[in-house]
């Protein structure tokens, strides 16, 4: 079953994802700021990073960058996720490193097929 490390701040956004994603069978670990979500990202080396970019402490874009600089963690793949659906956010996300970006409110049933497809992606089928 893949593990995903979910990174957000507010906790009705955690549990409402959290929740959907285990009815599709994912294993869902939490992470509430991006100082947390580096070190369960090397601690748990999960299959995918959902993560918030908008957060307290160390924001979500700052904790790409450093996951993606730590070589154990760079393969991860990072779905960006943020409320601010605004022009450049996209961009901003991936340069940070993310591999994609959903907006919230999230579309679950497009959030899934990113999810599917970046980790055949990174398995290589």
Not at 21 to 47: H, N, T, Y
Not at 83 to 98: F, I, T
Not at 99 to 107: C, G, H, L, S
């Amino acid at each position: 079953m893949p593990k995903i490390l979910l990174v957000d701040d507010t906790e009705d956004n955690r549990d409402m994802l959290m929740r959907r994603l285990q009815k599709r069978g994912f294993d869902v670990l939490i992470a509430v700021d991006g100082a947390e979500a580096c070190a369960m990202a090397s601690s748990e080396l999960p299959d995918l990073i959902l993560m918030d970019m908008q957060m307290p402490v160390m924001d979500g874009y700052e904790a790409t960058r450093q996951v993606k600089a730590t070589p154990e963690t760079a393969a991860i793949p990072v779905i960006g996720l943020t409320a601010h659906a605004m022009a450049g956010d996209r961009e901003k996300a991936l340069a940070a490193g993310c591999d994609d970006y959903e907006a919230k409110p999230i579309n679950f049933s497009q959030l899934i097929e990113t999810i599917q497809r970046l980790l055949e992606d990174r398995a290589g089928t």
